[in-house]
């Protein structure tokens, strides 16, 4: 079905929309300075934040629902508004259990409709280039921290804390509702002008897995659990990158930013690099790539002792964590369909829920064996990585297994 419609348009403002969205991850920045508002401790505060990610897969759910219904501009409309309301009743709380709805529930809430509905409407806009599409609108949301967080810190300074929440709030309804206004739902069956399907995606085109038949296939737990390896290690420096900095390799408070902001970095152009690469190679060489880049960023990380062997490790990773958040939208759509394809991304997004839970606990409860000491946590996750690349062989078997009962089936 060929449609005329601008669709790097629509790209576009998705990726400026999760930049906004993207802000909830610079919930460190508002943390110590809302400590000292309500006189709590920081673990009180941060449970907001933990709160905030816990419900990732409903919300994701929630979205991918309204995309595959066609109502990508609606969910980007709830979310929205769900979102820049939340950071301005966070501004407004005058106590931390009001942050644990504010910022935890309605943001959270809001950001993951907003996340996933960007994220299915790419990927269906750009059946030709999935790896590449996914990978910038996810880079959008990566980045969100490296814009947002030189902005909080000039409010918090100015105004302090709560107006900066205020005015940050405001200033995301603006700009999420207003480029909503560009975003348009692919049409069902899109295919860009002078593009027609590989012969291969064909042969499985009338494959649609809705997402209850989807979690009964073995295919779908091995794709959860390469997501969740995956994302684990990213997790993990993601949660402790400035500690590590500080407390392994001697780095003050401000040159450890410095770090956060290159890993950071590294992570968004992981989403737009290993997606475009995956679109080439394909995503089981791809996947290849990355756990065994992962090991030895995790092997040079445990056994240097030099900021600058610590710089390229965790430029490593961050690198991994994104192309790893810029593939799986790929895979899913691949795997199981374009019809259902919202709904069953925020399922299998369940993958990254479990390395964003497990991931920090896992680094916080070695270094803390340790003395502060973090080098086992990059063991186990060599470890782990390695599962991932045994696992992405059982993937690409079962991926070969493939169905000629199943393509009957949908049929």
């Known amino acids: 079905m060929n449609v005329q419609l601008n669709r790097w348009r629509i790209l576009i403002a998705s990726t400026i929309i999760n930049i906004c969205v993207g802000a909830i991850y610079a919930f460190s920045i508002f943390a110590l300075p809302l ?13 907001a934040f933990t709160i905030n990610a816990a419900i990732s897969p409903i ?24 979102f820049g309301l939340g950071f301005i009743l966070s501004g407004l709380a005058t106590a931390p259990w009001m942050l644990y709805i504010t910022y935890g529930v309605i943001t959270g809430i809001g950001q993951g409709i907003v996340y996933s509905s960007t994220i299915g409407n790419s990927v269906k806009l750009f059946p030709d280039k999935r790896g590449l599409a996914a990978g910038i609108v996810t880079a959008g949301y990566g980045g969100g921290t490296i814009v947002i967080a030189p902005i909080a810190n000039a409010l918090i300074s100015s105004n302090g804390v709560q107006s900066a929440l205020i ?11 207003g480029l909503g206004l560009l975003v348009k739902p692919a049409p069902a069956g899109y295919a860009p002008e002078g593009w027609t399907p590989p012969a291969a995606a064909a042969a499985r085109g009338g494959v649609n897995i809705p997402w209850n038949e989807m979690i009964k296939k073995p295919l779908f737990y091995v794709i959860a659990c390469l997501f969740l390896i995956g994302a684990l290690s990213g997790m993990m420096v993601t949660a402790n990158a400035s500690v590590i ?5 001697g780095l003050t408070a401000a040159a450890a930013a410095l770090y956060v902001s290159l890993y950071s970095l590294s992570n968004c152009l992981g989403r737009v690099f290993w997606g475009a690469v995956s679109d080439r190679i394909g995503r089981v060489k791809c996947l290849l790539m990355i756990y065994l880049v992962i090991s030895a960023m995790m092997l040079t ?12 490790a965790i430029a490593g990773i961050g690198l991994c964590f994104g192309g790893t958040m810029g593939i799986f939208p790929s895979i899913v759509g691949e795997k199981f369909g374009m019809k259902y394809y919202g709904v069953n991304y925020g399922v299998t997004f369940i993958g990254y829920s479990g390395a964003a839970f497990f991931g920090p606990r896992i ?19 060599l470890v782990i990585s390695l599962v991932g690349f045994a696992l992405t062989f059982v993937y690409k078997a079962m991926e070969k297994q493939k169905p000629e009962p199943e393509v009957a089936k949908a049929a």
């Open 59 to 82: 919300p994701m759910i929630l979205g991918g629902k309204l995309v595959d219904k066609g109502g990508a501009k609606k969910a980007v409309f709830i979310g929205g508004a769900m």
């Open 245 to 249: 900095g500080q407390k392994m390799f």
């Open 301 to 312: 990380i445990a056994l240097t002792s030099s900021v600058a062997g610590f710089a390229v």
């Open 35 to 47: 400590t000292k508002v309500f006189d709590v401790t920081m673990p009180d505060i941060m449970m």
């Open 167 to 177: 005015t940050l709030g405001v200033a995301f309804l603006v700009i999420v509702l």
């Open 363 to 381: 680094a916080g409860s070695v270094a803390a064996a340790n003395d502060g000491n973090f080098t086992n946590a990059f063991y186990i996750a």
